[in-house]
């Protein structure tokens, strides 16, 4: 019967026992490796899908996280102007004069006292929403409020309207009374 070249190299002395079991255990563990090399590239393809399904779930928690925080700016930005327009608010007199502002397209009134109204007009008071109500704050104050929210302020006189009429207004010549009542 024909042997194999180990056992024969084994027979002739040329090898010893020892070499021939070490390379027959090579030869396995070759064997051996080979279908994990197929089942690893499997894995990898597996790692790299879970890789993407979480490099979407951390962009998906840093958006929610972007908006959470956003709204919570929100938040505090609101809370700041509510804060400023009740800490610093003056008060109204009920049996004072009626003060009309426009509000988003609806004529309002609050009454204030006589002095106020002069105030209003010249831009040192402002009129900011706190809610469903108005309140009068002082202008340095409306000034914050607005640059926090600036829908917050209603009415605030700081600007001369007659530097923004253009040259073409056939009403340029008559001014508009700023204490006008109506």
């Not at 190299?9 to 070499?19: H, I, N, P």
């Not at 090399?37 to 840093?62: F, G, H, T, W, Y």
């Not at 105030?119 to 002082?138: F, K, M, N, Q, V």
């Not at 253009?166 to 009374?177: K, Q, R, S, T, V």
């Amino acid at each position: 019967m024909a042997q194999s070249f180990r056992e024969q190299l084994l027979k002739l002395g040329l090898v010893e026992k020892k070499q021939v079991d070490q390379v027959k255990k090579q030869e396995y563990q070759k064997k051996k490796q080979q279908p994990k090399s197929r089942a690893q590239e499997i894995v990898d393809e597996n790692k790299l899908l879970a890789e993407q399904a979480r490099a979407e779930k951390k962009e998906k928690e840093r958006l929610r996280n972007l908006k959470r925080q956003e709204e919570l700016r929100q938040k505090e930005e609101a809370e700041q102007v509510r804060q400023l327009i009740a800490g610093n608010r003056q008060a109204q007199d009920p049996q004072g004069v009626a003060f009309r502002f426009a509000d988003a397209g609806k004529i309002q009134r609050i009454f204030v006292r006589s002095a106020a109204v002069d105030e209003l007009s010249r831009g040192l008071l402002a009129i900011a929403r706190s809610g469903p109500a108005y309140e009068i704050i002082p202008a340095a104050v409306a000034e914050r409020v607005a640059a926090l929210n600036p829908a917050a302020v209603v009415l605030w006189n700081r600007e001369n309207k007659r530097s923004d009429a253009g040259g073409d207004d056939p009403y340029a010549g008559f001014e508009i009374p700023d204490d006008l009542m109506w």
